[in-house]
């Protein structure tokens, strides 16, 4: 039965007043619309969104606090004196590398995570909403700096209890940070594109491991380059992760290398530029 009548007494004393429709639509029609959210608001709304669920499920900090602590002792231990004379010499070149390696394994997980919201028909109900399409995809990625943030933070603090001394100092390894986040923001596209394109999230897990580990590993992270031979050298010189390693690792050592930071800069305009357009481009197709 409608709440809203023409007028007349109550039925009952306890009934509200009735309400004339002439009133309701004035009332209803005294507020305008409200504006529209800009791309900004909506990405941070939804990264907002992002950070709520790491509240809500804590667990999820697992691969982010446990695991890169983990790889830190049992590489630094491992292979310390085999490689580098002893587990605090090794640390010294190992630690930045591990830091690299430790953001790269995370940005698996936004993907993950919107292939999870595409199956359970969450990205339909946004994508019904008046606001900046991309927004619900960058939303993720700006969520996941966060994630990078505290992985880097628990390396670097694991590193310095074991005896890791950077020589640039504070300024050093803000840089460094901060270089490496804005990497695997970059990197992060191409698991956005896994998540949009394939059909579970297993899918996307076992398909960002493959290329991951691969680049991981074959890279200077663990050892320096000029043992290897030609034809794995000349790729592990050109790689993106040796180029991001090699650039971190300078500048927490107090040196300043241009040619490794450009070449990070430089592939970090090209996942986003190639990535970023494809994600974007499946999304509205979806």
Do not use: C
Request: aromatic share 10%; charged share 15%; no cysteine.
């Amino acid at each position: 039965m409608s709440t809203v009548t023409t007028g007349g007494p109550a039925a009952h004393g306890d009934d509200l007043a009735p309400v004339s429709a002439r009133s309701l639509a004035e009332l209803l029609a005294a507020e305008g619309r409200p504006p529209r959210v800009g791309p900004v608001s909506a990405s941070l709304a939804f990264g907002w969104r992002a950070m709520l669920k790491i509240k809500h499920i804590p667990e999820q900090l697992f691969d982010v606090t446990a695991l890169p602590v983990m790889l830190v002792l049992m590489y630094t231990y491992l292979f310390g004196g085999a490689l580098a004379g002893s587990p605090r010499e090794y640390v010294q070149y190992l630690l930045p590398g591990i830091l690299v390696m430790s953001v790269m394994m995370t940005t698996m997980y936004t993907g993950m995570a919107i292939n999870t919201d595409i199956g359970k028909g969450v990205f339909d109900r946004f994508r019904t909403l008046p606001i900046w399409r991309p927004a619900t995809v960058v939303g993720y990625l700006l969520g996941d700096v966060v994630r990078y943030t505290v992985a880097s933070t628990v390396v670097l603090a694991v590193g310095l209890v074991m005896g890791f001394r950077p020589d640039g100092g504070v300024v050093g390894v803000v840089a460094g940070i901060v270089l490496l986040i804005l990497f695997a923001f970059a990197f992060s596209w191409l698991g956005t594109m896994f998540g949009m394109l394939l059909r579970e999230e297993k899918s996307v897990m076992g398909m960002s491991m493959a290329l991951i580990f691969p680049l991981t590993f074959l890279s200077d992270i663990f050892v320096k380059p000029e043992t290897m031979p030609g034809w794995l050298r000349a790729f592990v010189d050109n790689s993106p992760i040796t180029h991001v390693a090699s650039a971190v690792r300078g500048l927490m050592d107090g040196e300043w290398p241009g040619v490794d930071v450009a070449w990070t800069l430089g592939w970090s305009a090209a996942f986003v530029a190639v990535f970023g357009s494809v994600t974007v481009r499946l999304y509205n197709r979806k």
